[in-house]
């Protein structure tokens, strides 16, 4: 099937938010009122389209802000989100990267993924940063698009790390496929684990283990 890769723009909205009905439990979509909030706040979604549908996509947006500093991070999905995009663009937030059940395995997040780093690379951004949830904390069977088994130890990886503030062994992190997917897709770093990020997310237990991916850009507001 022929994919083509284009900007979501105003008008495209519906079918934002049809695919988001699609690839996401019912908890974690973004209604049509939340995508225009977040296009109309700086935000980006880059899609993979067929002849006649969206089948992936990734929101994100430019920002000043630095993702290293743990305590200025949002502290919940709901702010990292719908921030507004900002300069000077030191780093690219991205977040609900998704493909719709049939279409997974075919490689176009892959695409979308792609898209979005030229995209930060083009507006001077430094990092790349993710929310990457981890449905095997709980696990995820039922009748929804997410199926994915609980996976006790890691499970128990994610409380220690909570309980100690000591990040796991990479091996314990990457036992989760969403983590080990941008693990291997992006090489990325993991960066802090934020408890309590989007509580709907139940099999991912309300977690979020944030992950950054160096860009090797110059920040506009940085002084050699
Ligand atoms: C994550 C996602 C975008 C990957 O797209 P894809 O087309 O399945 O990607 P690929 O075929 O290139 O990679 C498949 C890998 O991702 C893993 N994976 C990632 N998320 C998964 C999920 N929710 N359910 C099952 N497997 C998942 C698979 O286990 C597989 O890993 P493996 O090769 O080690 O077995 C897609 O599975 C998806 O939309 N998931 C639901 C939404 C989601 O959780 N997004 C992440 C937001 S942080």
Known sequence: MKIRLVRARHRDIGRLARLEAEAWPQALRANKQTIR?????????????????????????HTAA?????????????TFSTMHASTPVRSTYVYNLCVTPDQRGYGSAEHVIDAVIRDARAAGARFLVGDGRCPSYAGAIGSGPDRVQHDPLF????????????????????????????YRRLGCEFLHLAAGFLPEDGAAGGFRVIFLVRLGGVWAGEHP
């Open 66 to 78: 630095d993702p290293t500093n743990e305590t200025a991070f949002p502290r919940d999905f709901q």
């Open 155 to 182: 499970r128990q990886a994610i409380d220690d790390w909570l309980r100690t503030g000591v990040r796991p062994e990479l091996q314990l992190l990457i036992r989760d496929p969403v983590l080990r997917y941008y």
């Open 37 to 61: 909030m977040r296009l109309m706040r700086g935000h980006r979604v880059l899609v993979a389209e067929t002849e006649d549908r969206f089948v992936a996509a990734a929101g994100f947006y």
